[in-house]
């Protein structure tokens, strides 16, 4: 059976509509990965060494046995972020004599394969080998092994069982990570307690008690058990969700109305964005950038220069476009058929992402002024950098949307429907990241950071100010790809 | 109203539709026949400028539609789900399209009063989202957004299929009166014979991309296409897999 799946995937991978594509960005992933292999060995092997400058005069066993627990909570925390789903589309299979069991079992088993679990082997082995194995046995040193493996596995399984969840309601994904971030916080910043001492309390047990290895294995076989149980459990969860409707009213924006055809299309998008999961956690996590900041300018280190601000900056007032926006008319690839026939000018289309854009950006401009406390230069930048988004950032993501005819199926629940969250969409993204830095550096450099502010607002301005140019460039250059985009949209 | 003149679509190297010629004056009110894969859907979309043809153009009143968007004012169609926007309920999509039209909530409510029969109360006021109906009812909210419209050129795929026989029957007397009373030029596509038959006066029926008859409907038309189909399920040896209702 497990056989049969993975041919399957295979096909379903090899036969997708956008293969081509598919293969490339695996290829560009499949350098970044190798990439961070390399660094992860390196580190690996030169683990003592670096213990050795970074805990000046403490044994580097100790150091060592301190860090580990560190490392997978930050572990933990990127694995939200970044680990996909596996993603067998299990509904033709469900009603078929194939026992749920070898569903879920493959589901849950086949997760396993991802860089993450491999990175905390490549990093840490070299060292056990290299320290704990010559000090006190190879007995300890597999116990160590061991216990590494063991908390990988939990890990991997703890990861994914948050975004499982977190699939049916966005609101558990911030939790875990507010939770994850205050336990951070707990110890670095607030001094409560220190997770290098709880990690050390552990594994140097280990080397006197190496039968402690057990506990480890047993959080893992838990936790990989709660998964396959929750999948089991939950494989019909698309028609039981649909079931429990509740009663659904209309609503109106009438601050939009005085935009036209222009407004409503807004309205219908903000819509859109409100009654989809989608889309919605798209929004939420626009929210909680909000507090990027926080992160960044509490560091006199990080203040001498203005690059944190401008790219935090960026960020916050701009989240929105990037997240939203890098799916772009895919949203609305479900109706885009209907948009295309009715009685709509692609002209006013265009204008309502705008408008829609402006509004969210605009919010969040107003939602970071108090930012202000940590001077007035912050708060200039942000504005610098809210005109940057409006302006440049906004045409780059519609003219990429121009490029764009995967489609996302909206009415799908978000549960099961693991298309596309993940590293890829992050590498899409990267001209965003890189443009306004390329602008800034060659006058930060020469010292002219002001002026290099001013250029980045002109430029944002002086778009603005050009958007009916814009438009019709971006209107003109869709209708040559209007086919295209629609019969991307309409493969299912 | 439409002119077609050497129209061509070919995918994978088939030829879906051909159609050198196709005349369909104003006021008419035709029927398109044809098994899976005949090539309907295609023609209508290509008819709507929703795909590209390989050759050949669609002239509507005059101006092809291809890179003009004068046809939207006066063309109201509804093929399939994807012309709907799922996540707003009935009235919210009633109301963008009616706007569209420089129509007042109070005009498209007037309106939707009229079809309180049509609706059989399954439509309105019941508190879900178009993506929670069943098949029948969202269809249902397509044609009702098409009337609303106004149009002078009235397109439906498949209007029959999925809707309970009652709609149905009153599915075609809305369709006639529309045409008969208000000269509406309808198209429409079904595989229902005697209801196609019954609401067009003239039927095109299409096979492998071509349209092979154009016969004006008369008490004979319905014998003679059941005639055709019935021949068709004995010479039909190869399995056809239909490129756009397969999907």
């Known amino acids: 059976m497990i056989k049969t799946f993975l041919q399957h995937e295979l096909k379903a991978f090899w036969r997708a509509r956008n293969t081509g594509k598919n293969v490339a960005v695996k290829i560009i992933m499949g350098v970044f990965i190798l990439y961070l292999l390399l660094c992860a060995l390196s580190a690996g092997f030169f683990l003592d060494k670096i213990l050795e400058h970074a805990f000046p005069g403490q044994n580097i066993v100790i150091a060592f046995c301190g860090i580990i627990l560190i490392y997978f909570i930050f572990d933990l925390i990127s694995r939200m972020q970044l680990q996909e789903l596996p993603t067998l589309k299990v509904q033709p299979y469900l009603q078929l004599p194939v026992k749920r069991n070898a569903l879920a079992g493959y589901l849950a088993a086949t997760s396993i394969i991802s860089t993450f679990n491999i990175i905390p082997f490549i990093l840490f082995v070299p060292f056990i080998i290299k320290v704990i194995a010559v000090g006190s046995g190879a007995g300890v040193a597999w116990a160590f092994v061991g216990s590494v493996f063991g908390i990988t596995i939990f890990n991997n399984y703890l990861a994914l069982y948050i975004k499982r969840k977190a699939n049916l309601n966005g609101w558990i994904f911030l939790i875990a990570t507010g939770i994850l971030v205050l336990i951070c916080l707990g110890d670095f910043l607030w001094h409560i307690y220190s997770i290098k001492d709880i990690s050390y309390l552990f594994f140097g047990h280990l080397i006197s008690l190496p039968a402690l290895v057990l506990l480890p294995f047993l959080l893992a076989v838990g936790m990989f058990y709660l998964n396959f149980l929750y999948l089991k459990d939950n494989l019909y969860l698309e028609e039981l969700n649909s079931k429990k409707a509740s009663h659904k009213s209309s609503t109106e924006y009438p601050f939009l109305n005085r935009f036209g055809t222009t407004g409503d299309l807004a309205a219908n998008e903000i819509k859109l964005i409100l009654r989809n999961k989608r889309p919605n956690s798209a929004i939420k996590m626009s929210v909680l950038f909000l507090f990027y900041g926080l992160i960044f300018y509490n560091k006199p280190a990080m203040m001498h220069t203005d690059y944190p601000v401008v790219f935090v900056g960026m960020f916050m007032t701009g989240i929105f476009i990037i997240n939203y926006g890098q799916f772009m008319f895919s949203w609305q690839a479900a109706h885009f058929d209907g948009l295309l026939v009715n009685k709509i000018k692609f002209n006013d289309f265009l204008k309502a992402k705008y408008l829609l854009f402006t509004l969210v950006s605009t919010l969040a401009f107003i939602l970071t002024i108090p930012y202000v406390y940590f001077g007035w230069r912050v708060l200039i930048i942000h504005f610098v950098m809210y005109l940057w988004n409006l302006g440049v950032n906004t045409t780059i993501i519609l003219y990429f949307a121009n490029r764009n005819s995967r489609r996302i199926d909206l009415s799908k629940g978000a549960a099961f429907n693991w298309e596309g969250v993940g590293g890829t969409q992050w590498l899409i993204s990267l001209p965003l990241f890189i443009t306004p830095i390329l602008v800034y550096l060659p006058f930060s450099l020469l010292h002219y950071r002001d002026l290099g502010l001013a250029v980045l607002g002109a430029a944002g301005l002086v778009m603005i100010l050009i958007r009916s140019t814009l438009i019709n460039k971006l209107e003109a250059d869709f209708y040559k790809r209007k086919y295209t985009i629609a019969e991307g949209f309409r493969n299912k | ?247």
């Open chain 2, 1 to 247: 109203m439409i002119t077609i003149s050497n129209l061509k679509k070919i995918y994978n190297n088939v030829l879906v539709v051909n159609v050198p010629q196709l005349e369909i004056a104003k006021g008419e009110s035709v029927g398109l026949v044809g098994n899976n894969g005949a090539g309907k859907t295609t023609l209508f979309r290509m008819i709507l400028d929703l795909i590209r043809p390989e050759s050949g153009e669609v002239i509507s009143n005059g101006e092809a539609v291809a890179g003009h968007e004068n046809w939207k004012n006066y063309t109201a169609s509804y093929l399939d789900e994807g012309f709907l926007i799922d996540y707003l309920t009935p009235e919210e999509y009633f109301y963008f399209i009616g706007g569209l039209h420089q129509q007042t909530q109070a005009h498209v409510d007037d309106f939707l009063s009229t079809l309180t029969d049509f609706f059989n109360g399954e439509i309105l006021k019941k508190g879900k989202y178009i993506r929670d109906l069943s098949k029948g009812n969202q269809s249902k909210v397509g044609i009702a957004s098409c009337l609303l419209q106004k149009p002078e050129l009235l397109m439906l795929d498949e209007p029959f299929a999925n809707i309970d026989p009652s709609t149905q029957i009153r599915l075609k007397n809305m369709l006639k009166s529309i045409n008969k009373q208000h000269g509406v030029t309808t198209l429409i596509s079904s595989h229902d014979l005697s209801h196609i038959t019954d609401v067009c006066d003239r039927i095109l029926l299409m096979e492998k991309g071509r349209i092979i008859k154009d016969i004006a409907t008369n008490s004979s038309t319905l014998a003679e296409l059941e005639d055709y189909f019935a021949v068709g399920q004995s010479v039909i040896s190869s399995l056809q897999i239909d490129e756009e209702e397969n999907h």
